[in-house]
């Protein structure tokens, strides 16, 4: 274990550190990206292993001045920070109760940043209208689109930090944000700004990336060529002004057929490229659209849905996994679900070909309205049939990877971002088990209690 001193940041009252002690388990997610037989390995410290959660030797979280400085067992934790030059008594004690303690978890798909409600779509499905029908009537991603652009920034912001709050609540302590209900500039730009304030305000990280490319605005509507004549809009309006905006660390594409061709979302992505944007795309969502095939031939960071990838997608995305840029392959089981689609991504044959699986809420006010990624943990475990551990890596490790904040997030490992959830759960297997239950009880964000369930 390698312990460095971080100069500078943030403390905890007085004292600049934190142990956390008491744990069952702490699965820490080191070791990098998961994939194919690895997809469940959580790196796992068992207290059981050491005589229990308050044995001499049960495992501990180190943090200092908002990072990791030590995981391990305690007795050794502490004497290698002492021969690091910590004083113990500047650390803070935090007992975990006997609880799971896990990384923060990392929510790499969500629209978080919307006005209105979509509701009365629900009742709409279950009498058998089809999603893009609904979207092609003007309703679906238009209707938020309308009332998008007459929300202000105040209002929009005052929407994120609601929303924010609940996923804080649900142990997330990293979003990625995506713009795409304003398809105009200035409306994409304030969504992306907003994003940003909110970032800056804490205590959840927020990513933002630019989604103008989320469907074709009602002014192109009524023009025969309106979708090319919009994709042109995006290209020479809308990326200039994102980029020198500079807020959006990604631009993301609806790739799906009957919304914008893989072909069009090439010339998209491959120009926000160009801005040094990472690219990603919701891809082969409700058809296969050439969606998984186009993430992985431009090395996008992740490729999102796959609901219907078809096999040459789904090979080339397994080739990615070998090089030296994998693709991640986000799935989102709380949106077919809430969609009633009936089945869901095929998680394990991605599993199997080796591609990196991460999961989303995919937050959003039409096909997922739901804040919690453990809900999306329970759904993958029972629609997709990942297992509890393969669902939590999903969620931190590899999520980070997704959203290109590995380096910061998603593990609990000496030098990453001391993101810290403490769960009301004896193993990491009850996280999705209590279906729906509120199982956080302590959340750290950057090495500072942010969250304690009753206070
Ligand atoms: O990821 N599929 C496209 N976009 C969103 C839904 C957006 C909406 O319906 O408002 C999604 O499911
Ligand atoms: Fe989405």
């Avoid at 990336?209 to 809308?238: C, K, M, N, S, W």
């Avoid at 297992?387 to 380096?407: F, I, K």
Wanted: charge should be negative; include cysteine; charged fraction near 20%.
């Amino acid at each position: 274990m390698s312990l460095r001193l971080i100069e500078g940041g943030r403390g905890q009252g007085d004292a600049p550190g934190l142990l956390i002690h008491g744990a069952s388990q702490i699965a820490t997610l080191a070791g990098g990206l998961r994939r194919g037989a690895s997809q469940g390995d959580l790196a796992l410290l068992d207290a059981a292993d050491a005589g229990g959660p308050a044995a001499p030797s049960a495992p501990v979280v180190a943090l200092w001045d908002g990072r990791v400085v030590g995981v391990g067992p305690r007795d050794r934790v502490e004497a290698r920070l002492e021969a690091n030059g910590y004083s113990l008594a500047r650390f803070a004690r935090l007992d975990a109760d006997g609880g799971v303690v896990t990384p923060g978890l990392v929510d790499p798909h969500t629209h978080l940043l919307f006005a209105g409600t979509r509701e009365r779509e629900l009742v709409l499905r279950q009498q058998g209208a089809g999603y893009l029908e609904i979207l092609q009537a003007g309703g679906g991603i238009l209707s938020t689109v309308a009332a998008t652009r007459s929300a202000d920034a105040e209002t929009l912001a005052a929407h994120g930090r609601r929303w924010l709050d609940e996923m804080l609540r649900h142990g997330v302590t990293t979003v990625e944000a995506k713009s795409g209900y304003g398809l105009d500039l200035a409306t994409e730009l304030r969504l992306l700004a907003v994003a940003h304030r909110l970032d800056a305000e804490g205590p959840v990280s927020v990513v933002p990336t630019f989604l103008g490319a989320h469907a074709v605005p009602p002014e192109f509507r009524t023009r025969p060529d309106g979708t090319e004549a919009y994709v042109r809009h995006v290209i020479d309006e809308q990326l200039p002004g994102v980029a020198a905006q500079g807020h959006a660390r990604s631009c993301d594409v609806f790739c799906e057929q009957g919304v914008f061709t893989a072909d069009q979302s090439r010339r998209i992505l491959t120009a926000a490229r160009g801005y040094g944007m990472a690219v990603r795309l919701h891809a082969d969502e409700l058809a296969p659209s050439g969606g998984a095939e186009l993430a992985a031939e431009l090395g996008a960071l992740s490729a999102d849905h796959l609901h219907t990838p078809s096999d040459a997608g789904l090979a080339a995305l397994a080739a990615a996994a070998d090089g030296p840029a994998p693709t991640v392959a986000t799935l989102l089981p709380a949106t077919t679900w809430f969609l009633m689609a009936g089945d869901a991504a095929p998680a394990r044959r991605f599993i199997d070909a080796g591609v990196p699986v991460a999961l989303g809420t995919d937050f959003n006010p039409g096909t997922s309205p739901t804040p919690s990624l453990p809900l999306v943990m329970t759904v993958a475990c029972l629609e997709m049939k990942l297992s509890p551990a393969e669902a939590l890596a999903a969620v931190t490790v590899n999520a980070a990877h997704a959203v290109g904040v590995a380096d910061e997030a998603g593990s609990l490992e000496p030098g990453k971002a001391a993101d810290v959830v403490v769960w009301r759960a004896t193993s990491v297997e009850q996280l999705p088990y209590w279906v729906g239950a509120d199982l956080v009880d302590v959340v750290v964000k950057r090495g500072r209690v942010v969250y304690r369930r009753g206070a």
